[in-house]
């Protein structure tokens, strides 16, 4: 038979619950005097700091709180501690307060204050029994002014920043340099502002590293294109006229010190590449190409015919030109791209000009379908050389057009005058002299082309008076003179002094000239086809005469003793008015008055050294 367990048991139970009952004792009387130390510590140290509370090395145990600010104030000198900043390799150091760093007292006496009086019962019976008696130095607060670190930190980068360089080129003279690039340096405010807010957080006394941003150059070494640019500059540039053209394949060089005004270069891509690309400045390339537009232009020509009487149709004398003109936008495109292709040539680029007349027009097409006037001038008297040159001159009209409505300029329809191109030297005024003179003879022509349009009723927009009366100009078939043609002469210097008409009319007008050596003629014909139109017209002749002075004799080195040659010839000062009247139908469309005067002009004689007998020089 087995016994009770549980009576045999009960001992053991009773000494386990004994020492159940002796733990919870021992905690709860261990409670009672923490809570107890705690209240009584609470009582004590009632709105002072509890004991052992150092912050950042100052003892504040037992202060109130304003004792406390007081004593961190006086104590804690938070720009004693310089901050050293590193920007690469420049370092620098800075005041806390720079940055925006400033110690909070009354925050950071409050975090003393609570410090064994906040947290959990845990925390705060464990410093009761644990940390009373030991120091502990808290951390004091300081606030960050984001605002104004961040502004310190654009300062130091606007004195530490460098812009990024990229690699160029130069021009020393006509030498082509590489410049090198340099990697640029940038602050990068925001990460460098959460370095410094990082350090601040931390306490960290070590140097803080700002964040810089390195931008690398897209060319770092140009001398590989230096060597290209250099080769645009080891000749003359040669502008081409191309084929079809007049003069095709005829160069038009730009020399070397033309082109280093001119050249620069500009960085683009090539093959996904930056590139730095000679190039000319479009400007200064433009200005060449206007000036060498003048040089390369042919002007359109009209063809050229004589008026048949017979058949009173136009007979084809010279076929028409087409003429051009530089194209210049396209021209600098040709020649930026062969520039930029390190090409010393490029051709030019032009546009044709189609003459308004082609070679087959009739008569009835232009209204040239009669003659509309006729004018003749003599030369009775005129050297071999001025007679030349009035054939040259005359021959440069002849079979030449005139549009409806268009004005006639002489100077712009007349090659230079000069020996090139045909002319000879005959007398000419100039600068108040009579002297010989390259195109004597050519206002022969000018004047009998003004006396042709003032007698066909053409508007004159343009005419000169000779400084003097010329015999030439008031001669006759007869070899007399007609003073009534005195005022109706014109003068043309070539660019200067132009004769100038239009043609009023809706039909088109052909010249013709003709010089007749054996009658001392030059005749100018006008066919066109009449509009109606008449011409009434009045001289005063010369009035107001004014007899020149007595003839005036000058020494000439070059001319032998008793040699006396006559250089000017005198003629009478005199005041002409010359009206016009000009009817079409009936109606009156024109009224004009021509005003000349003419100054009085001495004869002029010059004679060898040693010659006897010379009057005065008639100044009396």
Same mark, same amino acid.
């Given at each position: 038979?087995?016994?009770?367990?549980?009576?045999?048991?009960?001992?053991?139970?009773?000494?386990?619950?004994?020492?159940?009952?002796?733990?919870?004792?021992?905690?709860?009387?261990?409670?009672?005097?923490?809570?107890?130390?705690?209240?009584?510590?609470?009582?004590?140290?009632?709105?002072?700091?509890?004991?052992?509370?150092?912050?950042?090395?100052?003892?504040?145990?037992?202060?109130?709180?304003?004792?406390?600010?007081?004593?961190?104030?006086?104590?804690?000198?938070?720009?004693?501690?310089?901050?050293?900043?590193?920007?690469?390799?420049?370092?620098?150091?800075?005041?806390?307060?720079?940055?925006?760093?400033?110690?909070?007292?009354?925050?950071?006496?409050?975090?003393?204050?609570?410090?064994?009086?906040?947290?959990?019962?845990?925390?705060?019976?464990?410093?009761?029994?644990?940390?009373?008696?030991?120091?502990?130095?808290?951390?004091?607060?300081?606030?960050?002014?984001?605002?104004?670190?961040?502004?310190?930190?654009?300062?130091?980068?606007?004195?530490?920043?460098?812009?990024?360089?990229?690699?160029?080129?130069?021009?020393?003279?006509?030498?082509?340099?590489?410049?090198?690039?340099?990697?640029?340096?940038?602050?990068?405010?925001?990460?460098?502002?959460?370095?410094?807010?990082?350090?601040?957080?931390?306490?960290?006394?070590?140097?803080?590293?700002?964040?810089?941003?390195?931008?690398?150059?897209?060319?770092?070494?140009?001398?590989?294109?230096? $060597?290209?640019?250099?080769?645009?500059?080891?000749?003359?540039?040669?502008?081409?006229?191309?084929?079809?053209?007049?003069?095709?394949?005829?160069?038009?060089?730009?020399?070397?010190?033309?082109?280093?005004?001119?050249?620069?270069?500009?960085?683009?891509?090539?093959?996904?590449?930056? $590139?730095?690309?000679?190039?000319?400045?479009?400007?200064?390339?433009?200005?060449?190409?206007?000036?060498?537009?003048?040089?390369?232009?042919?002007?359109?020509?009209?063809?050229?015919?004589?008026?048949?009487?017979?058949?009173?149709?136009?007979?084809?004398?010279?076929?028409?030109?087409?003429?051009?003109?530089?194209?210049?936008?396209?021209?600098?495109?040709?020649?930026?791209?062969?520039?930029?292709?390190?090409?010393?040539?490029?051709?030019?680029?032009?546009?044709?000009?189609?003459?308004?007349?082609?070679?087959?027009?009739?008569?009835?097409?232009?209204?040239?379908?009669?003659?509309?006037?006729?004018?003749?001038?003599?030369?009775?008297?005129?050297?071999?050389?001025?007679?030349?040159?009035?054939?040259?001159?005359?021959?440069?009209?002849?079979?030449?057009?005139?549009?409806?409505?268009?004005?006639?300029?002489?100077?712009?329809?007349?090659?230079?005058?000069?020996?090139?191109?045909?002319?000879?030297?005959?007398?000419?005024?100039?600068?108040?002299? @009579?002297?010989?003179?390259?195109?004597?003879?050519?206002?022969?022509?000018? @004047?009998?082309?003004?006396?042709?349009?003032?007698?066909?009723?053409?508007?004159?927009?343009?005419?000169?008076?000779?400084?003097?009366?010329?015999?030439?100009?008031?001669?006759?078939? $007869?070899?007399?003179?007609?003073?009534?043609?005195?005022?109706?002469?014109?003068?043309?210097?070539?660019?200067?002094?132009?004769?100038?008409?239009?043609?009023?009319?809706?039909?088109?007008?052909?010249?013709?000239?003709?010089?007749?050596?054996?009658?001392?003629?030059?005749?100018?014909?006008?066919?066109?086809?009449?509009?109606?139109?008449?011409?009434?017209?009045?001289?005063?002749?010369?009035?107001?005469?004014?007899?020149?002075?007595?003839?005036?004799?000058?020494?000439?080195?070059?001319?032998?003793?008793?040699?006396?040659?006559?250089?000017?010839?005198? $003629?009478?000062?005199?005041?002409?008015?010359?009206?016009?009247?000009?009817?079409?139908?009936?109606?009156?469309?024109?009224?004009?008055?021509?005003?000349?005067?003419?100054?009085?002009?001495?004869?002029?004689?010059?004679?060898?050294?040693? @010659?006897?007998?010379?009057?005065?020089?008639?100044?009396?």
């Amino acid at each position: 038979m087995q016994g009770n367990p549980s009576v045999e048991l009960s001992p053991v139970l009773k000494l386990l619950s004994q020492a159940i009952f002796v733990i919870f004792a021992g905690l709860f009387l261990f409670l009672v005097l923490g809570l107890s130390s705690v209240l009584i510590d609470q009582v004590w140290y009632a709105g002072r700091v509890m004991p052992g509370i150092h912050m950042n090395g100052v003892d504040l145990s037992g202060m109130d709180l304003n004792q406390a600010a007081g004593a961190l104030s006086k104590e804690f000198r938070l720009n004693d501690q310089e901050i050293m900043i590193q920007y690469g390799d420049i370092s620098w150091p800075v005041l806390p307060s720079q940055l925006g760093l400033q110690l909070d007292t009354s925050a950071s006496a409050r975090a003393a204050f609570n410090y064994g009086r906040r947290g959990s019962l845990g925390s705060i019976i464990a410093y009761q029994f644990l940390g009373r008696r030991s120091s502990h130095n808290l951390q004091p607060i300081v606030t960050f002014n984001e605002t104004a670190a961040l502004e310190y930190l654009r300062s130091a980068a606007r004195e530490y920043d460098r812009p990024v360089v990229e690699a160029g080129l130069a021009l020393d003279g006509s030498r082509v340099t590489a410049t090198p690039g340099q990697v640029g340096l940038r602050l990068d405010l925001e990460a460098s502002l959460a370095r410094i807010a990082d350090h601040i957080k931390r306490f960290d006394s070590s140097p803080i590293q700002l964040a810089v941003i390195l931008d690398q150059p897209q060319i770092f070494d140009a001398s590989s294109f230096a $060597a290209q640019a250099q080769q645009i500059l080891s000749s003359p540039f040669e502008l081409v006229i191309p084929q079809g053209q007049q003069d095709a394949g005829r160069t038009y060089p730009i020399s070397i010190e033309e082109m280093v005004p001119m050249l620069s270069f500009i960085r683009q891509p090539v093959d996904g590449q930056m $590139a730095i690309q000679p190039q000319f400045r479009d400007d200064l390339l433009s200005a060449y190409l206007v000036d060498l537009a003048s040089r390369t232009a042919i002007r359109p020509q009209n063809p050229r015919f004589i008026f048949n009487d017979d058949t009173r149709q136009l007979d084809l004398l010279a076929s028409a030109v087409t003429g051009r003109e530089l194209n210049i936008s396209e021209s600098l495109t040709s020649i930026q791209a062969a520039v930029t292709a390190h090409r010393n040539s490029a051709v030019l680029s032009f546009t044709n000009l189609t003459p308004a007349v082609a070679d087959t027009a009739n008569s009835q097409e232009l209204g040239i379908t009669e003659i509309v006037h006729e004018e003749h001038s003599y030369f009775f008297g005129s050297s071999e050389p001025r007679i030349q040159n009035i054939e040259k001159a005359a021959s440069e009209f002849h079979g030449l057009l005139i549009a409806p409505g268009a004005t006639f300029s002489m100077a712009a329809n007349m090659s230079d005058i000069s020996l090139d191109n045909g002319y000879s030297e005959a007398l000419i005024i100039f600068n108040g002299r @009579t002297i010989e003179g390259v195109g004597g003879g050519v206002c022969q022509v000018s @004047t009998t082309l003004f006396r042709a349009a003032f007698f066909s009723g053409f508007p004159i927009e343009e005419r000169h008076p000779h400084a003097y009366r010329v015999s030439y100009y008031e001669k006759t078939a $007869a070899n007399g003179r007609n003073s009534n043609l005195a005022g109706l002469d014109a003068t043309v210097f070539i660019p200067l002094v132009d004769l100038k008409f239009t043609n009023d009319t809706p039909y088109w007008l052909l010249m013709e000239t003709y010089i007749s050596r054996a009658a001392n003629r030059i005749t100018w014909k006008f066919y066109s086809t009449s509009d109606g139109r008449s011409v009434e017209w009045e001289t005063s002749g010369p009035v107001s005469i004014v007899e020149p002075k007595k003839p005036l004799y000058k020494k000439n080195p070059d001319l032998k003793a008793g040699e006396i040659k006559q250089v000017d010839w005198e $003629a009478d000062g005199a005041d002409v008015r010359v009206d016009r009247w000009v009817y079409r139908d009936g109606s009156l469309i024109i009224s004009d008055i021509i005003r000349t005067h003419y100054a009085p002009w001495r004869a002029i004689y010059e004679y060898g050294p040693g @010659t006897d007998g010379i009057p005065n020089n008639g100044d009396d």
